[in-house]
């Protein structure tokens, strides 16, 4: 059971990025995916999650209306849809896959600067 999070790389402010998040060795069709950032001295927030069954999304305040979270259950990727970045946005993100209550799998982060 692996997730691989890729996509992340130097934005200017306004600008957009789309991370990915690989899962090998299940199927998408039975996790939640959540994606997560640490910025420099700050603690983990939770930015983005999506169900299982895709009927619930959840988004931080911060992000609202700039990021999109989907999936693709033929290609088992999950996908953080990222427009309108900010300055603040920077930081290293992770993306999680979980069952039910817990974020059992975890990620290697990808990093994200937004800077002009």
């Known amino acids: 059971v692996q997730l691989q999070a890729s996509g992340g790389g130097l934005a200017q402010p306004g600008g957009s990025l789309t991370l990915s998040c690989a899962l090998s060795?299940?199927?998408?069709?039975?996790?939640?995916i959540g994606w997560f950032r640490r910025a420099p001295g700050k603690e983990r927030e939770g930015v983005s999650c999506?169900?299982?069954?895709?009927?619930?999304?959840y988004y931080a305040d911060s992000v609202k209306g700039r990021f999109t979270t989907s999936r693709d259950k033929i290609k088992n990727i999950g996908y953080l849809q990222m427009d309108s970045l900010e300055p603040e946005d920077t930081a290293v993100y992770y993306c999680?896959?979980?069952?039910?209550?817990?974020?059992?799998?975890w990620g290697r982060g990808t990093q994200v600067t937004v800077s002009s």
């Open positions: 999506i169900s299982k069954s895709e009927d619930i999304t």
């Open positions: 999680a896959a979980k069952r039910n209550y817990e974020w059992e799998y």
């Open positions: 060795g299940f199927s998408l069709d039975d996790f939640a």
